[in-house]
Structure formats: structure tokens, C-alpha cells
């Protein structure tokens, strides 16, 4: 079974929650609590993430999450390919499986086979094109804000007012791009709902105010529609 190393007040992490329900993936939950720095120790370091941060999963040696192939599935004959995973010393969990960080990788790996990752090349990449722009220009701002104001209470302090400006001006310019996007689509990459959605809702329903983007909330609402669907508390 896939281990999921996880923070659950983190969208990052409830991405990945939220696309295991979906594809009614059964998993272990490990809770990671970064605010007591336990994603910093040396155990985690060493065996689950060299980069401190969750969502990480581990997958177990020889695993495959999901055979069925549709109509939409893309050649993903080495995904979970046994030696390759053995092979790369990098990713090793101390002989458990295959660590995999990033949420969106994450999601990638997940969804492959799946309807939920087109499998028409130029379908393909614009979901990839979302997922990097969810990492640049929409995650670094909507999350950090959401993360520094409600979590570590930094609004009272002087050297983050001009930083939280910043963010907010950012913020808001990423959801001025998904309104627009969204003016004449109801989701994200080919009119269907995809990873991209899933990635992109994670921290859209839950930073910013939303009521000056009409399209936005029309379309969390269809998000919130797709079975299996889960709230980030559940
Ligand atoms: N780009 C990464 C970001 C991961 C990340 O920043 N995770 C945060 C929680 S949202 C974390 O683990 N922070 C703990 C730390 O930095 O110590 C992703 O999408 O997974």
C-alpha cells in the first residue's frame, strides 16, 4: 500500500489527499506536524524527504496503483517498473519503496492511466503548462499568505508588511488568469476535469477571497461536484 507522509492543514498535501479519494486509492496516512519541525529531523531527512517538506509518498517496490487502462491512458510502461525504482539510489526509503516528493509529481504519477491525465499530447502538456504555473506564479503566492497570515500571525509584523503586499498583488493577478481562463471553459485543460483542476483548486478555495471572481467560484463548485470528492478537514 502507498504511504502518504502528509500536514493536514497543507493544500500541497491535500492535493494529494483529495486525487487518492477521487481515484479511490487506499493509502496509509503518516501525519508530519511541520510547525513542531518534524519534517526537519534526521530521520525524515534521511528517510523520507532530503528536502524537508511534505506531501511525500513512499511507493512499495513492484507496486502498481492502478491497472485499468482507458481510452485515455498514456504509455506508462517504466512507471512502476521494479528495477528502475531499485535502481535509483536517490528515491530509496531504507528498502520500503520509491520516495516521491512534489505535489504535483505526485499527482502525475497518480493520474497516469487515468481520464484524469489526458492522453493527447497537446492536452497533456497544458495540463503540465497549469501544474508549473500552479508552482510559480499561483502556489508562492496564494499558499505563502494564507500560510503567514493565518498560521505563523505575521501580519502585525513590519519587516512582512511590504512582503505580504507583494503577495497579494501576485495573488490576485493569478486569479485574475483563472478568471479569464475560465470565462468561456468549465475547466482547466479540455473541458473536463483534470489533475490541473485538482492542483489548481487545493489552494483556491482556501486562500484568498474569491467573490470578485465569478468564474472561479463556479467552477470550485463544479470541482466540488466530481464523486469522490473530499474537503481538506476530512
Ligand atoms: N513544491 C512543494 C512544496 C512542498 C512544501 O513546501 N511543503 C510544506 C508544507 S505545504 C512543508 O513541508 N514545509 C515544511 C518545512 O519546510 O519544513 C510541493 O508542491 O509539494
Redesign the pocket.
Given at each position: 500500500m502507498l504511504t502518504l507522509y502528509d500536514?493536514s492543514l497543507?493544500g500541497?498535501?491535500y492535493k494529494v489527499r483529495l486525487l487518492l479519494s477521487l481515484l479511490r486509492v487506499p493509502y496509509t496516512r503518516v501525519d508530519v506536524d511541520?510547525k513542531k519541525g518534524e519534517?526537519?529531523t534526521d530521520e525524515f531527512l534521511n528517510n523520507v524527504s532530503s528536502n524537508?517538506?511534505?506531501?511525500t509518498i513512499v511507493i512499495p517496490y513492484g507496486y502498481e496503483h492502478l491497472k485499468r487502462k482507458t481510452d485515455e491512458s498514456i504509455d506508462s510502461t517504466s512507471s512502476n517498473n521494479y528495477a528502475e525504482s531499485r535502481s535509483d539510489n536517490n528515491s530509496k526509503d531504507n528498502g520500503k519503496g520509491t520516495r516521491l516528493?512534489?505535489?504535483?509529481a505526485i499527482l502525475i504519477y497518480l493520474s497516469l492511466n487515468t481520464p484524469l491525465l489526458p492522453s493527447n499530447p497537446i492536452e497533456h502538456a497544458q495540463v503540465m503548462q497549469w501544474l508549473f504555473w500552479e508552482?510559480y506564479s499561483h502556489e508562492p503566492n496564494i499558499a505563502t499568505l494564507r500560510w503567514w497570515i493565518s498560521y505563523l500571525d505575521k501580519s502585525e509584523e513590519p519587516e512582512y508588511l511590504d512582503r505580504i503586499v507583494e503577495k497579494q498583488r501576485s495573488g490576485y493577478e493569478a486569479l485574475n488568469v483563472m478568471e479569464k481562463h475560465l470565462e468561456s471553459r468549465k475547466f482547466f485543460v479540455g473541458n473536463r476535469f483534470t489533475i490541473a483542476d485538482v492542483s489548481l483548486y487545493a489552494y483556491t478555495h482556501c486562500g484568498f477571497s474569491i467573490e470578485s471572481f465569478p468564474k472561479v467560484k463556479e467552477w470550485l463548485r463544479r470541482v466540488e461536484e466530481q464523486p469522490g470528492h473530499i474537503a481538506m478537514d476530512d
Amino acid at each position: 500500500m502507498l504511504t502518504l507522509y502528509d500536514y493536514s492543514l497543507s493544500g500541497n498535501c491535500y492535493k494529494v489527499r483529495l486525487l487518492l479519494s477521487l481515484l479511490r486509492v487506499p493509502y496509509t496516512r503518516v501525519d508530519v506536524d511541520i510547525k513542531k519541525g518534524e519534517s526537519r529531523t534526521d530521520e525524515f531527512l534521511n528517510n523520507v524527504s532530503s528536502n524537508g517538506k511534505v506531501p511525500t509518498i513512499v511507493i512499495p517496490y513492484g507496486y502498481e496503483h492502478l491497472k485499468r487502462k482507458t481510452d485515455e491512458s498514456i504509455d506508462s510502461t517504466s512507471s512502476n517498473n521494479y528495477a528502475e525504482s531499485r535502481s535509483d539510489n536517490n528515491s530509496k526509503d531504507n528498502g520500503k519503496g520509491t520516495r516521491l516528493s512534489e505535489s504535483n509529481a505526485i499527482l502525475i504519477y497518480l493520474s497516469l492511466n487515468t481520464p484524469l491525465l489526458p492522453s493527447n499530447p497537446i492536452e497533456h502538456a497544458q495540463v503540465m503548462q497549469w501544474l508549473f504555473w500552479e508552482q510559480y506564479s499561483h502556489e508562492p503566492n496564494i499558499a505563502t499568505l494564507r500560510w503567514w497570515i493565518s498560521y505563523l500571525d505575521k501580519s502585525e509584523e513590519p519587516e512582512y508588511l511590504d512582503r505580504i503586499v507583494e503577495k497579494q498583488r501576485s495573488g490576485y493577478e493569478a486569479l485574475n488568469v483563472m478568471e479569464k481562463h475560465l470565462e468561456s471553459r468549465k475547466f482547466f485543460v479540455g473541458n473536463r476535469f483534470t489533475i490541473a483542476d485538482v492542483s489548481l483548486y487545493a489552494y483556491t478555495h482556501c486562500g484568498f477571497s474569491i467573490e470578485s471572481f465569478p468564474k472561479v467560484k463556479e467552477w470550485l463548485r463544479r470541482v466540488e461536484e466530481q464523486p469522490g470528492h473530499i474537503a481538506m478537514d476530512d
